[in-house]
């Protein structure tokens, strides 16, 4: 009975070690995890004139390679949570986004349109969420504005003001 025990034991140790060793997800260069989601934090950046508050942002931003945006529902309308509101722009904004994919060496391009009537300043204004395919990890400066038009309450452009952005990979 004493060999079963120990035979049993090892064999319990081996399973406990086996099962303990996987399933962490995939790993990339360097040891780390494999990123699968990209939250990118876009802003304004610049001065705004005295008494100007930001009525509108209507911006193109082209994505980090391996980057993508979920349009599933409602193409080439992105689906409900993929682009939000944020920071400066979270009380009041309404936005649209569009998703076109990458093809070729044309990066995959997001476009935004945020209206705000009670206006906003300079600062951080929506997050774009994307899905990161297995061996990329993006980093802000990966991403480039296409385009952006900024105006103000009464629709008028607003010059001067540029973009940024930050990354949170998951």
């Known amino acids: 009975m004493n060999g079963h025990r120990q035979f049993a034991c090892v064999i319990l140790i081996s399973l406990l070690l086996v099962t303990a060793c996987g399933g962490g997800g995939s790993t990339v260069a360097g040891g780390g995890t494999q990123p699968t989601k990209s939250a990118v934090k876009i802003s304004t950046t610049g001065a ?3 008494g100007t508050l930001i ?4 911006i193109t ?3 980090a390679p391996g980057v993508s945006a979920r349009s599933t529902t409602n193409p080439p309308e992105t ?3 993929v682009v939000v509101a944020s920071g400066v722009a ?3 904004s309404t936005i649209l986004a569009t998703y076109t994919s ?3 060496a044309t990066p995959a391009k997001a476009r ?3 209206v705000n009537t009670s206006g906003f300043g300079i600062g951080e204004f929506a997050i774009v969420n994307g899905d990161i395919a297995a061996g990329n990890s993006p ?5 480039t504005v296409a385009s952006i038009t900024v105006t103000d309450l009464n629709g008028s452009p607003i010059s001067g003001l540029t973009s940024a952005f930050t990354v949170n990979n998951q």
Do not use: E, H, T
């Not at 980093?139 to 991403?143: E, K, M, N, P, R």
């Open 79 to 81: 689906d409900a949570g």
């Open 139 to 143: 980093q802000a400066a990966d991403f």
């Open 112 to 114: 935004l349109l945020v």
């Open 61 to 63: 931003v082209s994505l």
């Open 90 to 92: 979270s009380s009041n």
């Open 102 to 104: 990458a093809s070729g």
């Open 48 to 50: 705004l004139p005295s």
């Open 55 to 58: 009525g509108g942002i209507d």
